[in-house]
C-alpha cells in the first residue's frame, strides 16, 4: 500500500516538472502546422452550399505547409473558397504564395489585410491570380458565384468602416472582411460574415482565452458571434505572426454547410 502511494506522488512530481515542456513542445512544434478542419451547418438536413474560408496564411517561404493547405481545401470540393486577407508579410514571397494558390480548384474569392498594404503587395498581380480560379480579389465590391446562387461582397480594411454594399435580394449574401471589429459597422444583414485578423490571439489560455490580440478584433476573438448585421465568424488563420508558436489554438481551415 506504501509503495503504491509514492509511486502516485511520483507521478504526478514527475507530471508537474514535465507539463511546462509538454506545453513547449506543442506550442513550438506541433500546433503551429497541425490545421484543424472544422465543419459549421447553418442549414438543415439537407445544405445546398458548401464554403470554406481560410485566412491570415503570412507566408514565409514554407511552401510545404501552404501546399498542404491547399491539399486539404480541394479535398473537401467546396463550391467556392474564401479568404479574408493577410496573404504575406513581405512582397517578395508574392510570386510564390499566388503560384500555390491558384492550384487550388475552386473559384476563390479574397480581400486584402493590414500586412498586404503594409507590404506594399502588387494587387494587381493578387486580382489576377484569383480570377484564374475563377474567383475574384474583392476592393469594396461584390461579386455572383457562376451558378448566381452566391453573393461575395469584400470590404478593404482602410476605412474604418465598411463600404456600404447592399446585399441582394435573392441567393445567399457573404460578406468578407479583415478586421471583426468592423462587422459591428456592417449596416446591412448578411446570412455569414467572415473575418479573420486576430488568429485567436495564437495562445490560448484554459479557462481564460487569448493571452494578447491585435487591434480592431475586440470581443470578437474566435469562433461563431452574433452582430447586428448577422452571423459573424472569426476563423484563427493558417500562418503566424512575429512568432512560429501556437498554443491551445491551431490553425484552421473551416467548412460551412448553407
Not at 88 to 110: D, H
Not at 130 to 153: C, E, N, P, Y
Not at 155 to 180: D, F, Q
Request: proline share 7%; glycine share 8%; hydrophobic share 40%.
Amino acid at each position: 500500500m506504501r509503495f503504491s502511494r509514492i509511486n502516485r506522488r511520483r507521478f504526478l512530481f514527475l507530471s508537474v516538472l514535465a507539463a511546462p515542456a509538454l506545453v513547449c513542445a506543442d506550442a513550438n512544434w506541433l500546433e503551429p502546422q497541425w490545421v484543424k478542419i472544422r465543419s459549421i451547418k447553418l442549414a438543415g438536413n439537407n445544405p445546398a452550399h458548401r464554403i470554406v474560408h481560410f485566412t491570415d496564411i503570412h507566408h514565409k517561404g514554407d511552401r510545404p505547409y501552404l501546399e498542404s493547405v491547399v491539399k486539404k481545401i480541394n479535398r473537401l470540393s467546396p463550391d467556392a473558397v474564401c479568404f479574408t486577407g493577410d496573404l504575406i508579410e513581405e512582397a517578395r514571397f508574392i510570386p510564390e504564395t499566388l503560384e500555390i494558390l491558384q492550384n487550388i480548384k475552386s473559384p476563390l474569392y479574397g480581400v486584402p489585410g493590414n500586412h498586404d498594404y503594409w507590404s506594399h503587395a502588387r494587387f494587381a498581380e493578387i486580382e489576377k491570380a484569383f480570377a484564374g480560379t475563377g474567383g475574384a480579389w474583392l476592393m469594396d465590391s461584390q461579386v455572383t458565384t457562376a451558378d448566381g446562387k452566391i453573393h461575395i461582397t469584400g470590404v478593404t480594411c482602410l476605412r474604418g468602416k465598411p463600404a456600404p454594399l447592399a446585399p441582394k435580394a435573392k441567393g445567399k449574401n457573404i460578406m468578407l472582411l479583415h478586421y471583426p471589429l468592423m462587422a459591428e459597422r456592417v449596416t446591412h444583414p448578411f446570412d455569414l460574415l467572415l473575418a479573420g485578423h486576430s488568429h485567436g490571439g495564437q495562445v490560448r489560455i484554459p479557462f481564460y482565452g487569448a493571452f494578447m490580440l491585435p487591434y480592431w478584433v475586440g470581443k470578437y476573438d474566435l469562433g461563431m458571434f452574433r452582430v447586428p448585421a448577422g452571423r459573424l465568424y472569426v476563423n484563427p488563420g493558417i500562418g503566424w505572426l512575429a512568432t512560429p508558436i501556437r498554443f491551445n489554438c491551431r490553425p484552421e481551415i473551416t467548412v460551412f454547410e448553407m
